[in-house]
């Protein structure tokens, strides 16, 4: 079996010759990456051999693309692909098509040809090297035909990275120890749901309930001591050898947006979980207490209130939020009430800051930096704050046909001069960005002049000044539109959260930890909203993001990941812990 010390220690030529084959019938990749030796770990080899490949020319990055063969083309019908492409497309059952499949995939690689000049590239192996289903791989190749060529050239390019990095694996015999787990948990626990096609997990529903036993279960298993508070958080605590050790806690969300995706949130409860299991089975106890917290709401779904498991715990949760109704008439209270909590035990969760060394959270970025960087991992310096609005435009409903265009109220065109407002004010500005997410003309009709116009409002940025400056233009700005329009408007204000910026010390020891990792510390803002920022309340706070597949995206069920940055996060948390100072 080849080793890292082994590739390190070759000459050119032989490092190349070992290297075959993990790029397609590219030898010039690891004859450039060879001079970056000795590489510290694995980590560091796949960015070398990444760099290799963005530092080439277009036509040099074409002619790998043009390098890989179709799937389930004429070169893999006749028999005439690599050893490594035979044995990826047959672990996706591409080699069994039906006939039907065939012609599906047929007409796709002529059009994605046609369209730009390079064939499709998937790692078929998928996000956890397992291997697509033939479905998803048909469902991936429809919906990249959509994109523009820059975008679907470097979506090409990051596939040959991670069919590289699959067959490197390959070639070291790595065994990753904790990725597999992390992403089989985020599978198993990504099936209970309120919907039967989507992922959807709102408070206290009983997909809800059956989440938090199942990382209670979990969390036992890996030998913790283990508890569901009031308001529904579910709370491990692995025990330091002093009793009287200060505590530091790690967690995130297990609540998810309706039709979500399977690691937000729910990556920085698994991956600190399996790191605890491995703890527990090795005998190694840490000098402090390690508190794993699944928090139970941070999304807001049914009531409308964000935050809820950590405010609590931060001893910040709104009482009066108890009687706060969701769609149905359900009270919050109730809700409690009937999933066996008691609503009025919930200021005792609150935690005293002095038994606190901190807090970190793992999470997913829900944006496509990372993934644009080429990094699997990047240490977050602040998370944006957020000013939420719920607005009403109300002007006057009239016939479409008769109203002179002069003597309109028209709420909807009022509606559209607010939007352009909002993307005018906040582009260009820093770290401010402007979103009108919700846009409605309440029961419209196509030859009536819309009469009411509801839309939301969302402004977020780092620094807490310049966000208020731009949530203060923004509203002097409606109301001028209003005044000028003759429209009347309302306006309900859902969240005011202040900007919390991690500490420092936290950011460095996590700094530290990516680069013992054989990656650089690539610094970021969150632009999302997270446990932390109540978390900041009552202890310092840091942030690990991982790297989205899929362009970033995130809250869609394409939201992904691969097992192999789910198993880096995983060491460079527990190098933290055991260095934490």
């Known amino acids: 079996m080849t080793t890292l010390t082994d590739l390190n220690r070759l000459d050119t030529a032989a490092f190349v010759q070992r290297l075959h084959g993990i790029y397609e019938h590219s030898p010039w990749i690891p004859e450039r990456a060879a001079a970056g030796r000795p590489f510290a770990s694995l980590a560091a080899l796949k960015l070398a051999l990444q760099d290799a490949v963005a530092l080439a020319s277009e036509d040099e990055q074409l002619s790998l693309l043009r390098a890989h063969p179709e ?6 019908i006749a028999g005439e692909l690599t050893a490594e492409s035979t044995g990826e497309q047959a672990a996706s059952g591409l080699d069994s098509c039906s006939p039907d499949e065939y012609a599906a995939l047929h007409q796709l690689n002529a059009a994605y040809n046609a369209r730009f000049g390079f064939p499709f590239i998937l790692a078929v192996k998928g996000p956890t090297g397992q291997g697509l289903t033939r479905q998803a791989i048909i469902a991936t190749f429809r919906r990249r035909l959509g994109n523009g060529l820059p975008d679907e050239m470097a979506e ?28 089989g948990w985020a599978e198993d626990i990504g099936a ?5 096609d989507g992922l959807t997990c709102a408070y206290m529903t009983p997909s809800h309930q059956r989440s938090a036993a199942r990382l209670a279960a979990w969390m036992r298993d890996a030998g913790m001591e283990v508890g569901i508070d009031a308001v529904g958080n579910v709370v491990g605590r692995y025990m330091a050898l002093d009793p ?28 600190p979980l399996a790191i605890v299991r491995q703890l527990h089975a090795r005998g190694e106890r840490l000098p402090y207490h390690l508190e794993l917290i699944a928090f139970a709401e941070e999304e807001g779904v049914r009531f409308r209130s964000t935050f809820l498991g950590s405010n609590a715990v931060a001893g910040r949760f709104d009482l009066a939020l108890l009687d706060t109704l969701d769609a149905g008439g359900t ?7 009937q999933a066996g909590h008691d609503p009025s035990t919930i200021p005792a969760i609150a935690r005293d800051p002095s038994t606190l060394l901190g807090y970190v959270e793992v999470h997913i970025e829900q944006g496509p930096v990372l993934l644009e960087k080429g990094l699997p991992l990047g240490v977050v310096t602040a998370i944006a704050g957020s000013s939420r609005y719920l607005l009403e435009l109300e002007g006057l409903a009239s016939h479409a046909g008769t109203t002179p265009m002069s003597m309109r109220r028209d709420a909807a ?3 559209a001069e607010v939007v352009l407002l909002v993307e005018r004010r906040c582009s260009g500005a820093g770290s401010l960005v402007g979103t009108v997410g919700q846009l409605a003309v309440p029961d419209g ?15 977020r940025a780092a620094s807490d ?3 208020l400056a731009a949530v203060r233009d923004v509203f002097d700005g409606i109301e001028a539109v209003c005044a000028r329009r003759r429209i009347s408007l309302k306006v309900e204000k859902l969240l005011e959260a202040p900007a919390a910026p991690c500490a420092p010390r936290l950011m460095d020891q996590l700094g530290e930890a990516v680069r013992r990792a054989g990656l650089p510390r690539f610094d970021l803002l969150s632009g999302a909203g997270h446990d932390a920022m109540a978390m900041a309340a009552v202890t310092e706070v840091a942030m690990l993001f991982t790297r989205c597949g899929n362009g970033g995206i995130s809250h869609n069920p394409l939201e992904t990941m691969t097992a192999d940055d789910a198993d880096i996060a995983a060491r460079v948390l527990l190098d933290f812990l055991r260095n934490y100072r």
């Open 71 to 76: 799937l389930a083309g004429k070169a893999a």
């Open 156 to 183: 090409a390019l990051r596939q040959v990275h991670r069919i590289a990095e699959i067959r490197l694996n390959g070639l070291l015999g790595v065994e990753l120890g904790f990725g597999p787990t992390i992403m």
């Open 192 to 196: 209970i749901s309120d919907d039967e």
């Open 244 to 271: 009287e050790a200060k505590t530091l806690i790690t967690g995130s969300h297990y609540d998810t947006v309706r039709n979500g995706g399977k690691y937000d949130g729910r990556l920085g409860i698994l991956l």
């Open 331 to 337: 009270s919050m209270r109730a809700a409690l009430l």
């Open 413 to 415: 065109a009022a509606a």
């Open 445 to 459: 009709s196509v030859n009536v002049i819309p009469g009411r116009c509801r839309l939301s409002l969302d402004i």
């Open 465 to 467: 000044e310049e966000r």
